[in-house]
Each structure stands twice: as structure tokens, then as C-alpha cells.
């Protein structure tokens, strides 16, 4: 199972821009998938984060801005960033449970990371 994210870049603080992370490879099904992000010097955070059963959750410092949205017959992710403020800049990477076999256990995937960079 392989996640590619992208959708990263260079935007001016107030722009807006959309992240996706597409999954491949040998899927049965998906289930949670989170967005997370880490600026230099810091943990890495959650973002945000969707359940199969459309149940969301997002970091308060996103709450209002930025939209978590999932393609499950692409098996795909998206993160909406709307307002972008220079403290969103990190690299943003995805995370998803997938299950491979229908008898198999859901284990998690990472992506490789895209940068996001916020200028004031």
C-alpha cells in the first residue's frame, strides 16, 4: 500500500490551497485517514481526520478554515486549506487505516509528506 500526497506550495497568507493524498496498491478497505502536519523544531500534529463513517475532527487552530473531504471509489483524501495563516506552514503528511484482505486487521499507511508554505 503506497500513499502519495501532493498538492503543496508556495501561497501568500490568505490564500488557499488543496492537498491530496491518493492511495494504491493492494486495498480492501479504508477507514479512519487524518491529515497531519510538522513545521521545523515541532512535533507532529493532527490536523484533521475523517472516519469511514463520515465523522470528522479537526485541530482548533484549523476549526472554520480547513476541510477534510474523502473519495472513497478513488480512495482518495483531500484537505481543503482556506485563510492560510504563515503558522500552517509545515510539511503536511496523510495517514490512513487501511485493510488489505477482508480477514486481515486495519494498519496504518504514511504518505511521503508535501510542503506547505505560508509567506505574510
Known amino acids: 500500500v503506497q500513499l502519495q500526497a501532493s498538492g503543496g506550495g508556495l501561497v501568500q497568507a490568505g490564500g488557499s490551497l488543496r492537498l491530496s493524498c491518493a492511495a494504491s496498491?493492494?486495498?480492501?478497505?479504508?477507514?479512519?485517514v487524518g491529515w497531519y502536519r510538522q513545521a521545523p523544531g515541532k512535533e507532529r500534529e493532527l490536523v484533521a481526520s475523517s472516519t469511514s463513517g463520515g465523522s470528522t475532527n479537526y485541530a482548533d487552530s484549523v476549526k472554520g478554515r480547513f476541510t477534510i473531504s474523502r473519495d472513497n471509489a478513488k480512495n482518495t483524501v483531500y484537505l481543503q486549506m482556506n485563510s492560510l495563516k504563515p503558522e500552517d506552514t509545515a510539511v503536511y503528511y496523510c495517514?490512513?487505516?487501511?485493510?488489505?484482505?477482508?480477514?486481515?486487521?486495519?494498519?496504518?499507511?504514511w504518505g511521503q509528506g508535501t510542503q506547505v508554505t505560508v509567506s505574510s
Open positions: 495517514n490512513a487505516a487501511v485493510k488489505t484482505t477482508g480477514w486481515g486487521t486495519f494498519r496504518g499507511y
Open positions: 496498491g493492494s486495498i480492501f478497505s479504508i477507514n479512519a
